[in-house]
Each structure stands twice: as structure tokens, then as C-alpha cells.
Nanobody, 126 residues
Framework: QVQLVESGGGLVQAGGSLRLSCAASGRTFSTYRVGWFRQAPGKEREFVTAIASPNSISYYADSVKGRFTISRDNAKNTVYLQMNSLKPEDTAVYYC???????????????????WGQGTQVTVSS
């Protein structure tokens, strides 16, 4: 069994930075593809970024390229999302998710991912 817990959300001014963490219990992240999604009020949950082992291949949504960075620390069984140059439109609940059967299926689809965390709120003020 795998349990995911996100942390690091909060309130930040536009232009600021925040780092989210996704910690896993059970099987290590090294055996899975790990993604970040976000959901703003009144909108569908959307892909942000994801990373996979063993080659650390990653993909980013166009809206966050150059500003967000995903990384992993297998020794700590944790994946991070470093968010820089934050904008008000980044405001959302951010979710960590894992795909247990990488490389099958799309990097970008919610349906690719099998397990989800509870989410952490990120609010960016203008």
C-alpha cells in the first residue's frame, strides 16, 4: 500500500516562491511515475508536471515551464515541486499522484495516475 501526503502550501505574494513536498509511505517513489496536478475553484483538475524513474524524465505544462521545477529524493521517498515567480493564476489546490505502471499511458491525463494525496492549498495574492 502507498499513502501520499502533500505539504508546503500557503499564502504568498505574486513573484514569490514556494516549495511543495510529497512524501510517500510504503513502496518507494523510485518505482513509480509521480505527478503534480492542480485544481482552481470552478475548474477541472489539470496537469502541472511529472517525473519518472529510472532516468528522471520529466514533463511540464506550458503554463509553468521555466518557473516550476520537479525533483525527487529517493533516499527520503519524497518528491518536491519548487514554484518560483508565482502568479495569482497559480492559485489552486495542488495534488500529488503516482502511476504504478509507467511508461504506459499519457503523462498528462488524470486517469493515468492510480493514487492521490489529499492536496495542499496554494494562494498567490496580487
Amino acid at each position: 500500500q502507498v499513502q501520499l501526503v502533500e505539504s508546503g502550501g500557503g499564502l504568498v505574494q505574486a513573484g514569490g516562491s514556494l516549495r511543495l513536498s510529497c512524501a510517500a509511505s510504503g513502496r518507494t517513489f523510485s518505482t513509480y511515475r509521480v505527478g503534480w496536478f492542480r485544481q482552481a475553484p470552478g475548474k477541472e483538475r489539470e496537469f502541472v508536471t511529472a517525473i519518472a524513474s529510472p532516468n528522471s524524465i520529466s514533463y511540464y505544462a506550458d503554463s509553468v515551464k521555466g518557473r516550476f521545477t520537479i525533483s525527487r529524493d529517493n533516499a527520503k521517498n519524497t518528491v518536491y515541486l519548487q514554484m518560483n515567480s508565482l502568479k495569482p493564476e497559480d492559485t489552486a489546490v495542488y495534488y500529488c499522484a503516482i502511476d504504478k505502471d509507467y511508461p504506459r499511458d499519457s503523462w498528462y491525463s488524470r486517469n493515468t495516475y492510480d493514487y492521490w494525496g489529499q492536496g495542499t492549498q496554494v494562494t498567490v495574492s496580487s
